[in-house]
């Protein structure tokens, strides 16, 4: 299902509530009137969005041209018309195929995991009429501001539209949960990251006060924005990733991603995230971290806080629960989110330089 944040948003007469980057003032004077007055509507996914499946595969385009131009999209697994599935990852693992060929450097075709409510927040908040059936209740560990609509309200109040993004702005609120990246990548750079957050969980915040890529200081909020990536170029590993490299992007490949606990149990809090590939038949390690100062080629605590303080970055991770919190959301239940988009605020910079 595709998030609500791409649907037409619309009274009942079929006005529009939002167009462009800014919302319609007399519909939406307000949160609380705006909610009221507008809906989602559904969606025509190849059409409209350039999201196609086939079998057990699922295809993102990144610019579609209909009536309007849609640029990327982002999509959760069902478990029924109005639940999204929910995965515990402790002492699991996580295996799917994809094929970056078609990805340059800038783009990210993303694939990870976020600790939304099942019925996209419809229970907590009685004014979502929605639910998982139109993508609704997303949240990251950016704790983003640039949902239409967070816990049964819009997000029109103090809402200022984009300087460089024609379909988007920052709000007054955002929405915070704890993320797990299994891939975010295109042909020449692929990085693994968790994210956790002090509390389980959906959570709105207010204002700069949610940290993350949308406020003022990044480090504001109760999540961390950053996690604790592993890599490969980055860790030192030039040669391994790209177009005829050791994991070649011409090709299609397997990625396999482990989650294991202390004990080694389903019960066990999360210690380690070890990851390999699988290309034409071959078993293929993630490379050793060459970075002075942080050796190994998983992530563990150890690892994180050496890796923070080789390259001088802030230890947001420690700070917000490690491993052990990360471990804490997956025995919530977490939804699996596909997507694929560009980068208005940083160029996708921090992926791929």
């Not at 309007?68 to 515990?88: A, C, H, P």
């Not at 195929?97 to 908040?125: E, I, R, T, W």
């Not at 420690?318 to 988009?341: D, R």
């Amino acid at each position: 299902v595709i998030d609500a944040n791409w649907r037409w948003v619309h009274d009942k007469n079929g006005k529009n509530c939002y167009t462009g980057n800014t919302w319609d003032a007399t519909l939406c004077p307000d949160d609380k009137t705006c909610a009221a007055n507008c809906a989602v509507d559904g969606a025509s996914y190849a059409s409209t969005y350039g999201v196609t499946t086939s079998g057990n595969s699922l295809r993102i385009n990144f610019v579609t041209q209909a009536s309007q131009k849609n640029i990327g999209s982002r999509l959760y697994l069902l478990e029924n018309d109005t639940t999204y599935q929910k995965f515990n990852l402790l002492n699991q693992e996580f295996t799917f195929d994809v094929d970056v060929s078609n990805l340059p450097c800038g783009l990210n075709g993303a694939l990870y995991f976020v600790d939304m409510d099942a019925d996209g927040g419809m229970a907590k908040y009685p004014t979502n009429k929605a639910g998982a059936k139109y993508g609704t209740g997303y949240c990251d560990s950016q704790c983003p501001r640039d949902l239409k609509f967070i816990n049964g309200i819009a997000n029109v109040e103090g809402w200022t539209p984009s300087s460089n993004d024609p379909n988007s702005g920052v709000g007054g609120h955002g929405t915070c949960c704890a993320e797990m990246d299994i891939w975010e990548a295109n042909s020449i750079s692929e990085a693994l990251a968790p994210h956790p957050c002090d509390t389980p969980g959906q959570t709105m915040c207010e204002g700069n006060a949610c940290g993350g890529t949308y406020s003022n200081d990044r480090y504001a909020g109760t999540c961390d924005p950053d996690g604790c990536d592993f890599n490969p170029y980055r860790q030192g590993v030039t040669n391994f990733y790209g177009p005829g490299m050791t994991v070649d992007t011409k090709s299609p490949f397997t990625v396999v991603t482990q989650f294991l606990t202390d004990d080694g149990t389903s019960t066990g809090t999360l210690s380690e995230i070890k990851r390999f590939y699988v290309q034409n038949g071959k078993v293929i390690g993630q490379p050793q971290s060459t970075v002075a100062g942080v050796s190994g080629n998983s992530i563990t605590d150890s690892f994180c806080k050496a890796q923070k303080a080789a390259f001088g970055d802030t230890d947001d991770f420690t700070k917000h629960g490690a491993l052990a919190g990360m471990g804490a959301a997956f025995e919530e239940g977490m939804v699996l989110v596909m997507s694929l988009w560009d980068d208005h605020n940083s160029n996708m910079f921090w992926l791929d330089s």
